[in-house]
């Protein structure tokens, strides 16, 4: 038999499957199996009957842990096991070894509160695999398995339930690369039997009491206030420690993290470091006026430290801001990771590490968990591994995990990764510091993500003033009578002898006398603690509200514009592209030496190339975003005979900045959260995201609304990216018309974000180079046009390029001061057709305005576009969109409040309201743009 053959023996799925075959057909099935298949009992469905649980094994019955593998029943009995012809074979241990390997963590003891249910599973057995009992005490070599060169059978079982069903279960064995199963299984094998370092256990034990005591001595101070207490799970602040310990010692000088509520003001104060009298502090809530209308609750605060490791290893450790949303900031970490390593330059991704804390709950049921893992092979992505901890208190808010989930583990969609995922029990401090250490390193030897499940408890109710007995009344009676994580390590430890009984109090006492001292400075603070902001790399941009538009010089000198043309349209030698891109390169060609219009693809690589010209960093991501869903952008050119890709923005100049395009995954959330984090470190370069149209931004609603509209106010946190929006109505059915303008505008205020609305070619061009020329910082949402891309009536001049501006209004240069009587205001590519509808009629009596800009609002700039028509009777606000949707509702009070007692009559024309975006008729959708056409110059 094969390895592999073995290998799969060890799942009895497989031998389900075998099984099955062999009743209906056993010539189908290799000879080698018949006599097994043969004296196997099996329980009538294929499986092998049952066998009783082992002592203290309890076996697996129904709800505590979904769709547990059910080989063992209460009360089932089995008279005879399968037996394998041939026993003694030495080879028949592989079997076995893979069982353990591959299901002993069903069999572990992770639960501290001793509920959940464990299953001894047949193929842990020995006699499943032919040891029957007189055969248990003779002496074999189990070839493989490591640390263990000769051992009876009873002594190899001994071995492999330390190891894989001890405090820990591990889950490797759905990993394909043999050379990481093995790196792992030598790695447990050996890795159990080591002895911890006395200094190690100490410290974990007074970062045990130190956390224990901040939960105890907030709960006595602020009773009630919500603070959602760590307590029964207070392992996760020596288990952070350990992780950024270990990280450090394999290079890291920078780790990110993200975590959720629970144990966040803990987390907070141990590992980042926030001093206790700026968290009491806030439960203080001094200075309430400074909050008013702005900043988050305490548990969503971010903090950064400078910390220096128990080996005098230095590292940044930040914890990022984060909203209520579970899960939402799982991107927004990875991406400030991979941000970090871009500014340091580590290409292998060894200098920042990825750490996220998940809830039990959230990290099974969020989609943005398996969006974000997603991410973490992509070459335009990856950060070398995110080291991913469950607090897994087996409960979210009042829901069991049966309620929670369709599989065994919480952790299961992690498996997506073919990554390791270790399940503790958060009780056995020494497991736990074994685990991490073994998972830094394989994230480290494999740039892999890595899963730590930690079993723990919730010692309160969800939050300090919830019930938990109302539901959990049984889990709740245990947790009442159990000794605290830190009675249970520091009992151990006083039992080995590692520390004395006046060393724990000692320690204890020391922290309560420190705590005390914090919060006398909090009570005695007359300001509220404010966190530093605009720090670092953030020095010399702002944030804030301006008094009056500002604009960076945004033009580009000609001659520049021609290099940059000349180079972009050069394919690298021996290059053969597709005829239809030889085309467009040399008619790029011409746009680049002004003998032919801009087009908008044109202006946008324009736009790029010079500001990678001016050593700016440029990193574009969305979906398809390379060539472009409407194939107008061609940034990167494919070879049609290697399909060789040539990055078109890549050589310009010896010193240009980093240009990175990347078609990112079919993911709207997971990747703009990733880019919107990889801004926040990167104010100095432009960080664009594309949506394929622009209704599939909504899938990222949560990224918008929580983090991209809001982390200035809640946070002081500034943005400087950029969202590439699809949007125009040109009768492509309901799903593709609507980037959903009036969301956005609906967000706006205090200037949170910029909304605009480009019409021509050199709009977008000055408009991005002046995202990142302008020190002002403020995401960008752009609704970017479709028939726009290749509209001659839409195209640019090289000089517009080279001179001009961008402009908030567009005023209408052609209409006669003397003769306008009526102004139609419209942002988008209705403008277009307005002026064609004008055209047909000749008529001289109405101007057409374009709001480029609609956020801010500058009501003076607005004005001056339509006060210089003396004669003006009537101001109309037209737009393709129902009217329900696009900018009507924003402008029209805007517009009321301009022309408020001057004589000038306002009307809105639009599609009537509708619940869906669009129709999915062609033809309806011309009937209905003509409509609008003719009540904007008809309507009386
Ligand atoms: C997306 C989202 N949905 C719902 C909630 C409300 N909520 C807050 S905590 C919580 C339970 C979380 O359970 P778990 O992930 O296990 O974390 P725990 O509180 O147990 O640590 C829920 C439902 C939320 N904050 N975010
Ligand atoms: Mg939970």
Not at 55 to 78: E, I, Y
Not at 518 to 531: G, H, T
Not at 749 to 756: H, L
Not at 774 to 788: D, F, G, I, Q
Request: aromatic share 8%.
């Amino acid at each position: 038999m094969t390895r592999d053959v073995l290998e799969l023996a060890g799942s009895l799925a497989f031998l389900d499957d075998l099984y099955e075959q062999y009743s209906q057909q056993p010539t189908g099935v290799d000879a080698s199996w018949h006599a097994l298949l043969e004296q196997g009992q099996t329980n009538g469905n294929g499986h092998p009957a049952p066998t009783p649980a082992p002592n203290g094994t309890h076996v697996a019955t129904d709800s505590s842990r979904p769709n547990m593998p059910r080989m063992g029943r209460p009360g089932a009995v089995t008279t005879s096991p399968m037996t394998i012809v041939g026993t003694k074979q030495p080879s028949h241990v592989w079997p076995l070894v893979n069982a353990w390997r591959s299901r002993g963590h069903f069999a572990a003891n992770l639960d501290p509160l001793g509920l959940l249910e464990t299953a001894w599973i047949q193929e842990l057995e020995p006699s499943t695999w032919g040891f029957l009992e007189p055969d248990r005490n003779q002496v074999i070599e189990p070839t493989g398995v490591h640390g263990l060169p000769r051992a009876t059978v009873d002594e190899l079982v001994a071995h492999l339930r330390r190891v894989y069903a001890g405090s820990v279960g591990v889950e490797f064995m759905h990993i394909s690369s043999p050379a990481r199963r093995s790196w792992l299984a030598e790695k447990m094998e050996t890795q159990f039997v080591k002895p911890l370092a006395r200094d190690v256990r100490v410290r974990m034990l007074e970062q045990l009491i130190n956390a224990e005591q901040f939960e105890r001595f907030c709960h006595t101070k602020y009773p009630g206030t919500k603070r959602f207490s760590l307590e029964g799970s207070e392992s996760l602040i020596p288990l952070l420690d350990l992780v950024l310990t270990h990280g450090a010692r394999l290079g890291a000088i920078e780790a990110v993290m993200g975590m959720a509520h629970r144990g966040r003001l803990t987390t907070i104060e141990a590992i980042v470091k926030r001093p206790g009298r700026d968290l009491f502090g806030q439960f203080e809530d001094v200075e309430p006026e400074k909050s008013m209308g702005g900043g988050d609750v305490k548990y969503h605060m971010g903090f950064s430290t400078d910390r220096i490791d128990p080996n005098g290893r230095a590292m940044h450790v930040s914890l990022s801001f984060n909203p209520s949303h579970l899960e939402a900031v799982d991107p927004v970490v990875v991406g400030r990771v991979r941000a970090k390593q871009m500014r340091h330059h580590d290409i292998e991704h060894r200098q920042v590490m990825g750490i996220l804390v998940h809830g039990d709950a959230a990290f099974a049921g969020q989609g943005l968990v398996p969006e974000t893992l997603q991410l973490s092979g992509l070459p335009g992505y990856r950060t070398g591994g995110t080291v991913h901890i469950i607090v897994n208190n087996q409960v979210g808010f009042t829901a069991s995990p049966a309620e929670q989930r369709s599989t065994p583990y919480c952790t299961d969609v992690a498996k997506m990764l073919e990554c390791p995922i270790w399940h503790v029990n958060g009780e056995d401090l020494d497991a736990l510091a074994h685990v991490v250490e073994i998972a830094c390193e394989f994230r480290s030897q494999f740039s892999s993500d890595v899963i730590i499940d930690m079993y723990c408890y919730r010692k309160y109710g969800h939050n300090e003033s919830d019930e938990p007995s109302f539901t959990q009344p049984l889990m709740y009676e245990v947790i009442r009578k159990k000794a605290s994580p830190v009675e249970v390590y520091a009992h151990r430890l006083i039992e080995e002898g590692v520390v004395a009984t006046e060393q724990v109090n000692a320690m204890t006492n020391k922290r309560v006398a420190e705590l005390e001292a914090e919060l006398e400075a909090a009570k005695s603070a007359k300001q509220r603690p404010d966190a530093p902001s605009m720090t670092a790399m953030w020095r010399g941009y702002r944030g804030g509200i301006a008094d009056a538009p500002e604009d960076a010089d945004t033009r580009v000198p000609r001659q520049l514009l021609e290099n940059i043309t000349a180079a972009i349209t050069e394919l690298p030698p021996g290059f053969t592209a597709h005829p239809k891109i030889e085309r467009l390169l040399s008619q790029r060609a011409e746009m680049g030496k002004g003998e032919r219009p801009i087009d908008w693809g044109m202006a946008e690589l324009l736009a790029y190339g010079s500001l990678l010209y001016q050593k700016l960093n440029v990193r574009f991501t969305g979906q398809d975003c390379a060539r472009g869903t409407f194939s107008h952008r061609h940034a990167i050119i494919t070879d049609i005979k290697t399909a060789r890709e040539h990055l078109v923005l890549g050589g310009l100049h010896p010193d240009q900045g980093q240009c990175r395009i990347y078609d990112s995954p079919l993911s709207e959330a997971g990747v703009l959260g990733f880019e919107f984090g990889y801004s926040l470190d990167y104010p100095d370069g432009l960080v664009i995201w594309e949506a394929q149209f622009g209704d599939f931004v909504n899938g990222a609603q949560v990224i918008i609304d929580q983090f991209i509209t809001a982390s200035e106010d809640k946070w002081k946190r500034l943005s400087g990216i950029v969202l590439y929006l699809p949007h125009g109505y040109e009768g492509q059915g309901p799903e593709h018309s609507s980037a959903r303008l009036e969301r956005f505008l609906e967000a706006c205020a205090e200037q949170n974000i910029q909304v605009c609305q480009p019409t021509t070619p050199a709009q977008m061009f000055h408009l991005v180079r002046g995202q990142v020329l302008r020190h002002r910082r403020k995401p960008l949402v752009v609704m970017t046009p479709k028939s726009l891309l290749r509209l001659p009536a839409a195209a640019s001049t090289l000089d517009e390029l080279a001179s001009g501006r961008f402009h908030r209004v567009l005023h209408d240069e052609h209409a006669d001061p003397e003769k306008v009587t009526r102004v139609l205001m419209c942002s988008g590519k209705i403008y277009y057709e307005l002026v064609e509808e004008r055209a047909r009629r000749a008529d001289r009596t109405v101007a057409i305005v374009r709001i480029e800009k609609l956020y801010p609002w500058w009501p003076n700039i607005v004005e001056e576009s339509f006060a210089k028509y003396g004669k003006l009777a009537e101001l109309f606000w037209v737009q393709d969109e129902p009217s329900n949707m696009g900018a009507g509702n924003f402008v029209t009070p805007r517009l009321h409040k301009l022309i408020d007692g001057k004589g000038i009559k306002y009307d809105f024309i639009s599609r009537t309201e509708s619940a869906s975006p669009a129709t999915g008729s062609h033809k309806a959708h011309v009937m209905e743009q003509q409509q609008i056409l003719r009540q904007a110059f008809d309507a009386r």
